[in-house]
């Protein structure tokens, strides 16, 4: 019986930044997403979304889709964690990802409110449960 490769992982290195829904920061509509999800009223950071720049999205030739998971590493203990691109950030950047946090976060605690260089990005598929055969 042959071997089975195992699957390929898609990892790049991105900027990150961080953004909340509000016209000076999104489009006139700053709750609905480019995938048409609307944000939760009470979002934070622990909603888990992502908006990511067009040349990662399959859209323009990325490798990624509205929906996927990615493994975000590099940030901060905080915000490092397991996200769904449900956005697009603006056409200018390239090889970027933005994380909704809420305002009261950025106000709240420091290192909620930057830009990060040489972040990790994964793929992110989800662990097959083990069983015995």
């Not at 990325?62 to 590099?74: A, I, L, N």
């Not at 933005?98 to 989800?126: M, Q």
């Amino acid at each position: 019986m042959p071997l089975k490769k195992a699957p390929q992982t898609l990892s790049y290195r991105v900027t990150a930044t961080t953004y909340w829904p509000e016209v000076g920061q999104t489009d006139d509509n700053p709750m609905e997403t480019a995938d048409g999800s609307i944000i939760p009223t009470r979002h934070s950071s622990k909603t888990r979304w992502l908006a990511v720049s067009r040349d990662l999205l399959s859209k323009w030739g990325g490798p990624f889709h509205y929906g996927d998971k990615v493994r975000v590493r590099g940030i901060s203990d905080d915000l490092d964690g397991v996200y769904v691109i449900h956005d697009t950030m603006n056409r200018r950047h390239r090889h970027c990802v933005d994380v909704l946090v809420s305002e009261r976060e950025c106000k709240k605690k420091s290192g909620f409110e930057g830009r990060w260089t040489n972040i990790k990005i994964t793929k992110y598929a989800e662990p097959t449960p083990w069983q015995a055969s």
